[in-house]
């Protein structure tokens, strides 16, 4: 004998049924229709007053929780901004820094080509000339000469008098 019922199969989609199935031996034979092309209406369920408030709670966000976001939005937004701030400083004083170092090489450059400019104007033969002969100067002699460890140093600093002499 077959009885037929519209039972639900899934209770997560709503669109299936159980078409029909037979007692026996036979194995039961399932067909799903989706509701909205077959036209068939399954009887609503009755809800219960506390689930039905249950189900508006939540769906609507509560009055911490939007203080919640709107503190995280504001945080984010002034986080996101110093950021900018920042780049922008960093920005700022790079621009500074290759203009220094231009700058820089420029008067290094310009140093250079007046320190050579100097040389080349200056005659050594004719300062030495003048000194032996006009000033009076002579080399020292070997007794006049001491030596210092410079302990690694390129000159010696004179900051008193050498001792032994006067």
Known sequence: MAKKSN???DSRAD?????????????????????????I???????????HRNRQRA?????????FLAV???ATVFVCVNFLKLKAQI???NETVVSLETKLSKLKADNDAY??????????????EAALN??????????????????????VRQYADVPGTK
């Open 115 to 128: 320190y050579n400019t100097v040389m080349a104007s200056v005659n050594m033969d004719t300062i030495k």
């Open 15 to 39: 669109r299936y049924v159980r078409d029909t199935y037979e007692d026996g031996s036979a194995v039961r034979r399932l067909s799903y229709l989706p509701e909205e092309e077959e036209g």
């Open 7 to 9: 039972r639900r199969v």
């Open 41 to 51: 209406e399954l009887p609503k369920r009755k809800v219960s007053r506390q689930t």
């Open 59 to 67: 769906t609507q966000m509560g009055r911490g929780y939007v203080l």
């Open 91 to 93: 920005t700022t004083q």
């Open 134 to 155: 006009r000033l009076g100067l002579k080399y020292a002699d070997e007794s006049q000469v001491q030596y210092y460890d410079t302990k690694g140093n390129d000159y």
């Open 72 to 74: 995280v939005c504001v």
